[in-house]
Nanobody, 133 residues
Framework: QVQLVESGGGLVQPGGSLRLSCAAS????????IGWFRQAPGKEREGVAC????????YSTDSMKGRFTISIDSAENTAILQMSSLKPEDTAIYYC??????????????????????????WGQGTQVTVSS
């Protein structure tokens, strides 16, 4: 059974850091592209960062570059999102996702297609991140 389980969310003060984990079971992360997405109340889901398993390249939304880092721990079959310099506007539910389609898109150099949520077939249940003083 394919499953993604996020953890590591919580309440953090502005300027603080959090490390989100996404444990995968039932499949190997290295065979998929991995993405982190988030959705704030009343807003549409948006991409945070993606990593191409074919070449290890990472892609981040401009507002998060330099603050958020995505990586894969192959030994643990876990995806990581390291977040720093957090802002109140980063408050949202964060989801990890795995996509065979995204993996194919990245392999072909189709970055825009690979970073879109429609390219990801498997999703976790989400973890709440709240940035507030």
């Amino acid at each position: 059974q394919v499953q993604l389980v996020e953890s590591g969310g919580g309440l953090v003060q502005p300027g603080g850091s959090l490390r989100l984990s996404c444990a995968a079971s039932g499949f190997t992360l290295e065979d998929y592209a991995i993405g982190w997405f988030r959705q704030a109340p009343g807003k549409e889901r948006e991409g945070v960062a993606c990593i191409s398993s074919s070449d290890g390249r990472t892609y981040s939304t401009d507002s998060m570059k330099g603050r958020f880092t995505i990586s894969i721990d192959s030994a643990e079959n876990t995806a990581i999102l390291q977040m720093s310099s957090l802002k109140p506007e980063d408050t949202a539910i964060y989801y990890c996702a795995a996509g065979a389609k995204a993996h194919q898109y990245f392999s072909r150099g189709w970055v825009v297609a690979g970073t879109g949520s429609a390219a990801y077939e498997y999703w976790g249940q989400g973890t709440q991140v709240t940035v507030s003083s």
